[in-house]
């Protein structure tokens, strides 16, 4: 698994806004994101992710002093559209590893969980790519990830973006 890994990014602190349970059309997800760009708010960090019966969840995160915007955003749009409701953490962080073609390893994804679920590190949210893996943990539990991190893979984290 380490091999396939060439490095991990951390960002922290972040907040992380989840809208559940939203219709997965094309109209309805694209207005979530018009509404997002027309109040001027850029967001680097965006994960979609399909859900059961046809529901989908957009999570974005923001960082700390974007917060309140966000979630003012996001408390109009389920205003104004009866559907889904808003999960949100204040401080986060992102954990990104990066491998050419790492999804398309046998044994990667499972490995890293088994890291996080045997050190007991609560994962937030997941998002995965054809080079990447993202997790989304507590800000708090960083400090144990990194060293079980340098412990396990004997990595420490990179400043590539």
């Given at each position: 698994?380490?091999?396939?890994?060439?490095?991990?990014?951390?960002k922290h602190p972040?907040?992380?806004?989840?809208?559940?349970?939203?219709?997965?059309?094309?109209?309805?997800?694209?207005?979530?994101?018009?509404?997002?760009?027309?109040?001027?708010?850029?967001?680097?960090?965006?994960?979609?992710?399909?859900?059961?019966?046809?529901?989908?969840?957009?999570?974005?995160?923001?960082?700390?002093?974007?917060?309140?915007?966000?979630?003012?955003?996001?408390?109009?749009?389920?205003?104004?559209?009866?559907?889904?409701?808003?999960?949100?953490?204040?401080?986060?962080?992102?954990?990104?590893?990066?491998?050419?073609?790492?999804?398309?390893?046998?044994?990667?994804?499972?490995?890293?969980?088994?890291?996080?679920?045997?050190?007991?590190?609560?994962?937030?949210?997941?998002?995965?790519?054809?080079?990447?893996?993202?997790?989304?943990?507590?800000?708090?539990?960083?400090?144990?990830?990194?060293?079980?991190?340098?412990?396990?893979?004997?990595?420490?984290?990179?400043?590539?973006?």
């Amino acid at each position: 698994m380490k091999e396939q890994i060439e490095y991990y990014v951390l960002k922290h602190p972040l907040a992380l806004f989840t809208l559940l349970d939203v219709p997965d059309k094309i109209g309805v997800i694209l207005d979530v994101f018009e509404r997002i760009s027309n109040s001027g708010i850029s967001l680097t960090h965006i994960l979609t992710s399909p859900s059961a019966r046809g529901k989908s969840t957009i999570t974005v995160l923001v960082p700390p002093y974007l917060k309140e915007d966000v979630k003012g955003i996001f408390n109009e749009i389920l205003e104004t559209l009866e559907w889904g409701f808003l999960r949100s953490f204040e401080n986060v962080a992102l954990v990104s590893f990066y491998g050419k073609k790492l999804m398309e390893t046998r044994g990667v994804m499972a490995g890293l969980l088994n890291i996080f679920v045997t050190n007991k590190i609560k994962i937030i949210a997941t998002s995965t790519a054809m080079n990447y893996i993202n997790f989304i943990i507590p800000g708090e539990m960083l400090d144990n990830l990194k060293q079980c991190l340098i412990d396990e893979l004997n990595m420490e984290p990179s400043d590539v973006p």
